[in-house]
């Protein structure tokens, strides 16, 4: 239960961090940011990184900014910043309502909203949220910096597209426009554990009618996304019953749910309809 | 085996200086090398809260911290809640209220709920019960030690 020995690495920069992990990524280096993963995983022996990257002191990577309609959150941006809204829009209403979902609080007051991306657990609620928002994630190494959809970012379980000497510095999410309803639900056995499986709604009405409806599913499958095609049912209708039913059936149809000891994947898939629905219910009646 | 590190840790406005491998915990080196054996490690994954600290202010879990990243920081332990040997009024609100019967949880709880309180000494039930789910207790089932809390903050805020 004692983590195996390890380079400790304390970089003050990015360009210090990711010249690090550029010379150790080979040798197993991985970046510690709030640790509240990578420690117990340590601990348990499941992962012996030969060098940590202790990102935790980079300059500026702590900052949360608005820039160009995103919201930028930086490399270090605990949880618990979310707790009251960073922005006075529906994201900051967004994120503070799904942040009370992750762990516990003191777990939220050193986990950060980009080491949970770039951990890419099933059940992480920011991913479910990066997936269906459409997030930016900015890769930097010292080969330079590249911007990654979060549609081409996620790539199964705890599996992202980031190469292994580049350090996510940074998510961009958009500020959604006033107007946009939201509502997020998940389902676990008790407070704070891994959900079974979430859903993140938001549309507008415009005119009676649903437009830009997002929904995305997280904990179901191994990746979260948008489901198009529940959306699809969305737009364009009247909110209430009938298109929330129809969205609901069209996200539960469209799973391919991971199955465990504890949870067939017809399981998975009944809460994934029940979660949408309840879920647009909830955007509706904000 | 990798190197030793020397570093100031500051315990309860105390500084100690050890000397540490970088794979060790804040836990452990609080307890091992700076002796301060009140905070307790449980599970050691930052699952049940034992090990509950401090940091500038707010709750950890010091078992998924390394010691090396704790240098500079003010960390504060359950050793650190009595001033001048009075407890403090959530420590006696905790034997008050029989919210602790072993009391391996209770120094975790102790600077879980302190960390809250001194944040937000307005916290509404729903949100003090969320945060303190955050811990595990055996013994009481929860509910002497929502009770606790709830009566110390009520103390707290009369001496304000």
Same mark, same amino acid.
């Given at each position: ?63 949360? &900014? =608005?820039?160009?309609? @995103?919201?930028?959150? !930086?490399?270090? #941006?605990?949880? /618990? $910043? ?52 459409? &997030? =930016?994630?900015?890769? @930097?190494?010292?080969? !330079?910096?590249? #911007?990654?959809? /979060? $549609? ?53 009405? =415009? ?12 904990? /179901? ?66 | ?160």
């Amino acid at each position: 239960m004692k983590p195996a020995p390890f380079q400790y690495h304390a970089p003050k920069t990015v360009a210090d961090a990711v010249a690090l992990l550029a010379a150790h990524a080979g040798d197993d280096g991985r970046i510690l940011a709030g640790g509240q993963s990578l420690v117990p995983t340590m601990a348990f022996r499941l992962a012996r990184p030969a060098h940590l990257i202790d990102i935790n002191n980079v300059e500026g990577l702590d900052c949360i &900014a =608005e820039a160009g309609g @995103r919201l930028c959150i !930086g490399a270090t #941006v605990r949880h /618990a $910043a979310f707790h009251k809204p960073v922005t006075a829009g529906p994201l900051g209403a967004l994120l503070s309502a799904v942040v009370r979902h992750i762990a516990h609080y003191p777990i939220r007051q050193r986990g950060t909203f980009c080491g949970s991306l770039a951990h890419a657990d099933p059940a992480s609620e920011w991913c479910c949220v990066a997936a269906a928002l459409d &997030a =930016e994630l900015v890769a @930097r190494s010292a080969r !330079g910096e590249r #911007v990654i959809q /979060a $549609a081409a970012f996620f790539d199964g379980a705890m599996t992202t597209t980031l190469a292994e000497d580049e350090l996510l510095a940074e998510a961009r999410l958009p500020l959604l426009p006033e107007g946009t309803k939201f509502g997020f639900q998940e389902f676990s056995r008790r407070a704070g554990d891994f959900a079974i499986a979430m859903a993140l709604v938001a549309f507008r009405v =415009e005119g009676g009618r649903i437009a830009d409806a997002r929904i995305g599913i997280g904990g /179901a499958e191994p990746a979260a996304r948008r489901i198009a095609k529940a959306e699809a049912a969305l737009d364009g209708a009247a909110p209430g019953k009938d298109a929330f039913a129809a969205a609901a059936d069209a996200a539960a149809a469209a799973m391919d749910p991971m199955e465990d000891v504890n949870t067939s994947a017809g399981y998975r898939r009944d809460l994934v309809r029940t979660l949408v629905r309840r879920a647009l219910e909830d955007a509706a009646a904000a | 085996m990798t190197e030793k590190t020397d570093i100031t840790l500051t315990v309860n406005g105390r500084d100690f200086a050890v000397t540490v491998e970088p794979r060790r915990t804040l836990a452990d080196t609080i307890r091992d090398d700076c002796g301060q054996t009140g905070t307790h490690i449980g599970c050691e994954h930052g699952v049940c809260g034992a090990c509950t600290v401090l940091l500038d202010g707010e709750p950890v879990r010091s078992c998924l911290m390394f010691a090396v990243q704790a240098e500079g920081r003010e960390i504060r332990t359950v050793e650190g809640l009595a001033a001048d040997g009075a407890l403090s009024p959530l420590q006696q609100a905790f034997i008050d209220n029989h919210a602790l019967q072993c009391g391996f949880c209770t120094p975790g709880f102790l600077m879980l709920a302190t960390g809250v309180l001194e944040r937000d000494p307005d916290i509404g039930e729903d949100e003090l019960r969320e945060v303190l789910s955050s811990n595990l207790c055996r013994c009481t089932g929860y509910q002497n030690i929502v009770k606790a809390v709830k009566s110390a903050a009520a103390t707290m805020k009369a001496g304000r």
